[in-house]
């Protein structure tokens, strides 16, 4: 269902996204928030995402995914949903986490 990408522009800028979602962060951004070199940090960013560390949210709207991203705070996510999208939480693997209902 998710596709990650990896993407190095002519300039070498790196952007990492769920293919055709808005969400994307950079290698910059990721090596500047963690201290590391930009290759390492995005190499940790990734293998946290595929090992199913990283909690993902999945907007969707009419039975299509309208957008994915990391979140560390999925009950957040949930309190910011427009009326019109639900929100699944989930892992890489499709494993899905039960949110108590507030």
Do not use: Y
């Not at 990721?30 to 995402?49: C, H, M, W, Y």
């Not at 999945?58 to 560390?72: G, R, S």
């Amino acid at each position: 269902m998710l596709r990650l990408t990896v993407i190095r522009d002519d300039d070498g800028d790196i952007t990492i996204t769920f293919h055709g979602c808005q969400w994307h962060t950079h290698g910059d951004i990721l090596s500047s928030q963690s201290g590391k070199p930009e290759t390492e940090a995005i190499r940790d960013f990734v293998n946290s995402i595929v090992s199913d560390d990283q909690i993902l949210a999945v907007a969707h709207a009419n039975n299509k995914v309208l957008d994915v991203w990391p979140t560390d705070d999925p009950a957040h996510e949930l309190r910011h949903m427009p009326p019109n999208e639900s929100l699944e939480i989930r892992r890489w693997s499709g494993e899905v986490i039960q949110m108590p209902i507030a």
